[in-house]
């Protein structure tokens, strides 16, 4: 706030001397009056800038969407120069009748008017142009931090997931269920074994493009889910119910399900008499919705924690948003905004 202030009186005290030095050149005749002149020049200054910070307060929402264009850019500066000559005739009467006590005033003559609003048109100009400049540059700036911690997000998410998925519990589960399936279950067995092998591809293989279509992650969570569901046998029921034309329309980013579904298995417990059962589907707010019977195991490990602060994290910084959860009538529930794709 000191700073601001600061720099509107010396912003303020500049533009009283360049107008003085413009109109009556060098060397410059400080007269009595000029004091008058400053306080007009940081008053307006003070004003102006704050009908600016008003004005352009949807500029970074705006640009973030792509709905901010040269159209746009320019009806805030026809704008901004209208409410700035406004306030330049508002506060020079309020001046006149607070120093002379009176409501009786005069124009200035034609050449010193026009001098005025050029002079005046110019430091709008100015004023606005950084200050559009200003956040464009604060906007990339912003830009360019949020998709570093995305990446260093993505790439924290992708070591833990690689950590958990080919560590040697995780190993040696499958190939006991393959093991043990092998002669008694061939046709289970190979199921499971490809299964296997498309999700250790799909992660090995993966991208970090950030986002994918939501039927090549939903792909990717139907291996781990089967498998979970021939390690779990009748203890876990899971469904999948999205329409075509969203998974082939819409986008999120790449593993988003996975570690909501391992967290899912992870704490909760699953049983003959009370399956775990997870659903996904679009819910009626259009967003990609992961919900669980609510059977929290006896621990005092919070649910989704590290797993989820890297979701929300790599989500939020990729999309601006971030997905939500919350227990909804015996159901964890986990909200998945979706990305629309582009229209070509």
């Known amino acids: 706030m000191i700073h601001r202030i600061v720099l509107i009186i010396t912003l303020g005290v500049m533009v009283s001397f360049l107008q003085e030095l413009v109109l009556h050149g060098i060397p410059m005749n400080i007269k009595p009056a000029f004091a008058g002149e400053v306080i007009f020049a940081v008053s307006y200054m003070a004003l ?13 929402a705006q640009a973030r969407i792509g709905s901010l264009d040269l159209n746009r ?57 950084v200050g559009v400049a200003y956040r464009w540059n604060r906007m990339y700036r912003n830009e360019k931090e949020a998709k570093h911690l995305a990446e260093k997000a993505y790439m924290n998410t992708q070591l833990q997931m690689l950590r958990q998925q080919l560590n040697p519990h995780f190993l040696f589960n499958n190939l006991n269920i393959i093991a043990a399936t092998i002669r008694s279950k061939p046709q289970l067995a190979y199921d499971f074994t490809r299964n296997m092998a498309s999700f250790y591809r799909k992660v090995l293989e993966a991208e970090q493009s950030g986002f994918i279509l939501l039927r090549e992650e939903l792909k990717t969570a139907g291996y781990y889910l089967y498998m979970l569901s021939v390690r779990f046998e009748d203890k876990l029921q899971y469904t999948i119910d999205i329409p075509e034309d969203v998974m082939d329309q819409t986008l999120v980013p790449d593993f988003i399900l996975q570690p909501v579904i391992e967290n899912i298995a992870k704490h909760n417990t699953a049983s003959k008499h009370m399956p775990l059962q997870i659903i996904i589907q679009i819910n009626a707010a259009g967003k990609l919705e992961v919900r669980n019977k609510y059977q929290p195991k006896d621990s005092s490990a919070e649910s989704l924690g590290i797993g989820w602060f890297n979701i929300a994290n790599r989500f939020k910084h990729l999309a601006g948003t971030a997905p939500v ?17 582009p229209i070509e």
């Open 48 to 60: 102006f800038i704050s009908i600016q910070r008003r004005l352009l307060a949807r500029f970074d």
């Open 73 to 129: 850019i320019t009806r805030y500066f026809l704008l901004l120069q209208v409410a700035g000559f406004a306030l330049l005739f508002a506060l020079g009467i309020l001046m006149i009748v607070i120093v002379t006590g009176q409501w009786q005033f005069r124009l200035k003559d034609f050449d010193a008017l026009r001098f005025i609003l050029v002079f005046y048109f110019c430091l709008n100009t100015i004023i606005f142009s």
């Open 325 to 341: 959860k919350y227990i909804d009538n015996g159901w964890f529930v986990v909200e998945i905004p979706l990305i629309q794709t």
